[in-house]
């Protein structure tokens, strides 16, 4: 009792600092106000050469955690790219890695791929569906150069599954989810850990050694400064930051040292790390000539993880969770070629729209044939003109626990509210199922955070199993209306059905120890061969074949002496980095 009064206490102190306003979106900033001067013009706008585009990702990111959402980190950078762009305030992605990237990559919700539950881990033998077009694929179709830096996370059991199989030109990054920063060690369990650094399809050995921000960020400066600007250019910048373990160099921990919590102190230097990174980046552009026809698109792929720093803060839930805290995305566009510039959008846009979105941007043939679920949102980006979406299907996961207290008949005979599902509809919101961690976590003052605040919110509340809420007007989540308005709960778990109807079956293999790196030279890479793929898949499309994976003799003798060092590196290391793997 006294636990719960202290925490409503907190809160209250914190409401009344003013953390619950939406201060950052001015009302006069608002997209659907009226611009006569644009009436009667041809909504669509087709610079003279496709533009450039520049899509930085960033991992883990959460809502609190940029400058202009009045967060204490310093990002201004992203801030006035932000406030010179579209700010995009009504924009959700997945709540996790895989998910998150598997959609902007294809466009289409997991129920089309099959990756509806969870992550791909690193020896699980799947990976994005090889008959699914893929954005890279439809640009390059479109004549762009695709040039990929960074975090994967796709699955590379074999080699067909590779970034550069599936549509880029290059490929400078890691495969699995979460590696080390400097020593791009990655590991899966103790002791099963590998080198992941990759150039193309091979192991990049000897590459490693610097901070991730910064090595992809001379790469992508080298791209820049070596293609030539008059052919359009598709870079996907996929940070590993600001993703655990964090481990930011010094210099940039400093202007950060009066923080009380050791752990937000180093979120906020590696996101800051991540602003100058862009900073360069944007110079790149303008110093090698790309930057008048350029479109540059900012988002995180997830909500923030308070346990290690991040901050989600006023909305509910974090990442892994079906809350806002989890879905709701950091997002922007910078753009000379936007319309409207200097806006806040509240026009309703998902991490799927961006392939049709920039698919089009870039002259390229989307169809309805080609089964998106995703809209081309451009219009709305640019002009502000309405969002042609409606709706979301966060996602239908039946194969996440079960909430115990879910049935047929709390569905209304509709849906089974046992399962996980989250679907958003105009302005409201419906959840089913265990949808994660619903508390509120405030900004981590508190030096000893996450300790006593963790411990005071966690499981409480989940003895239900259905929420409804109108999100536009409580962004919050604190106002469950599901008894109130039982009409729009079922209007809503019919939608849910509706969609359960075209889903395809989840592929979740189980592991397969053959993946382990220490039985492919120390590093983590496709352990399947191409033969054996095939037979496992053929009835999947595939992309025609490049010179293999290597693992010619030759090269073996050099290898082996890295390993060597490497292994007795992988023994010391601290066990706790595996714990956040997503
Ligand atoms: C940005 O460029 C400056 C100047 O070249 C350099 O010192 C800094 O390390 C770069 N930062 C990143 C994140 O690449
Ligand atoms: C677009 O793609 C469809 C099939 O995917 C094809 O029939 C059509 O001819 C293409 N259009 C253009 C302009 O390439
Ligand atoms: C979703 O579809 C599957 C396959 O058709 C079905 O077995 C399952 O019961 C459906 N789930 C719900 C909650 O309706
Ligand atoms: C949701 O709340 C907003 C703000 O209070 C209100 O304008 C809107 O009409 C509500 N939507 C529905 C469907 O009730
Ligand atoms: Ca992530």
Same mark, same amino acid.
């Given at each position: 009792m006294a636990v719960h009064a202290l925490t409503g206490l907190s809160m209250v102190s914190f409401l009344s600092l003013g953390y619950?306003?939406?201060d950052w979106v001015k009302p006069d900033q608002m997209e659907n106000e009226p611009f006569s001067d644009f009436k009667g013009r041809k909504p669509e706008f087709k610079p003279r050469q496709p533009p450039h585009i520049i899509f930085f990702m960033t991992d883990d990111q959460g809502f609190h955690d940029i400058g202009y959402h009045g967060s204490v980190i310093r990002t201004p950078t992203l801030d006035k790219l932000a406030a010179e762009g579209v700010k995009l305030e009504n924009y959700y992605v997945q709540p996790i890695c895989t998910p998150s990237r598997s959609?902007?990559?294809?466009?289409?919700y997991q129920i089309h791929t099959g990756l509806q539950h969870s992550i791909i881990r690193p020896r699980q033998p799947s990976c994005l569906p090889l008959d699914q077009a893929t954005l890279p694929q439809k640009l390059r179709e479109a004549g762009y150069a695709t040039h990929m830096v960074g975090k994967w996370h796709l699955g590379f059991y074999k080699r067909d599954c590779l970034p550069t199989r599936r549509g880029f030109d290059s490929y400078f990054g890691s495969l699995t989810g979460s590696v080390d920063y &400097?020593? @791009?060690?990655?590991?899966?369990?103790?002791? *099963?850990?590998?080198?992941?650094?990759?150039?193309?399809?091979?192991?990049a050995w000897g590459r490693g050694g610097k901070y991730s921000t910064h090595l992809y960020t001379q790469r992508v400066r080298k791209i820049l400064a070596t293609h030539d600007p008059r052919k359009p250019v598709f870079i996907f910048m996929s940070f590993q930051a600001v993703h655990t373990p964090l481990r930011p160099p010094k210099? &940039?921990? @400093?202007?950060?040292?009066?923080?009380?919590? *050791?752990?937000?102190?180093?979120y906020a230097a590696t996101v800051s790390i991540v602003d100058e990174a862009v900073h360069n980046v944007t110079y790149a552009l303008r110093k090698y000539g790309y930057y008048q026809n350029s479109v540059i698109v900012f988002s995180t792929d997830n909500g923030g993880q308070p346990f290690t720093g991040g901050s989600n803060w006023p909305l509910r839930g974090r990442k892994g969770t079906y809350w806002?805290?989890?879905?709701?995305?950091?997002g922007f566009v910078h753009s000379p070629l936007l319309r409207r510039r200097r806006r806040v959008s509240r026009a309703l846009v998902h991490i799927t729209d961006w392939y049709p979105t920039l698919v089009a941007l870039a002259g390229g043939n989307v169809s309805r044939a080609d089964g998106l679920d995703g809209f081309n949102v451009w219009p709305a980006l640019s002009e502000g003109q309405e969002s042609p979406r409606r709706e979301i299907l966060h996602n239908i996961d039946p194969l996440h626990t079960r909430a115990p207290h879910g049935s047929w008949r709390d569905g209304f005979w509709i849906w089974d509210t046992g399962v996980q599902a989250a679907i958003r509809v105009g302005d409201w919101k419906l959840l089913t199922g265990d949808p994660g961690h619903g508390d509120w976590v405030p900004p981590q003052m508190l030096t000893n955070f996450p300790g006593n605040w963790w411990n005071l919110e966690r499981g409480t509340g989940l003895r239900e199993s259905l929420w409804l809420f109108n999100v536009t007007g409580d962004p919050f989540e604190r106002?469950?209306?599901?008894?109130?308005?039982?009409?729009?709960?079922?209007?809503?778990?019919?939608?849910?059905?509706?969609h359960n109807r075209t889903a395809v079956p989840v592929r979740f293999p189980p592991e397969d120890p053959r993946g382990s790196p220490h039985l492919n030279g120390g590093a983590w890479g496709p352990w399947v061969g191409d033969e054996e793929g095939e037979r496992e898949d053929n009835d999947l499309g595939r992309t025609p074949r490049r010179k293999g994976w290597s693992k010619g003799k030759s090269k073996k003798k050099?290898?082996?002496c890295k390993i060597c060092k490497l292994k007795s590196f992988f023994r010391k290391l601290n066990t706790r980095m595996m714990s956040n793997r997503i």
């Open positions: 619950l306003s939406w959609q902007l990559i294809t466009g289409r &400097y020593t @791009y060690a990655s590991c899966d369990g103790p002791g *099963v850990c590998g080198y992941d650094l990759h150039e193309g399809e091979e192991v210099g &940039y921990i @400093y202007p950060y040292r009066a923080m009380g919590n *050791v752990a937000r102190r180093k806002e805290g989890g879905v709701r995305g950091l106002q469950d209306l599901s008894r109130q308005r039982p009409d729009v709960v079922r209007e809503l778990l019919a939608r849910l059905a509706h050099k290898k082996k």
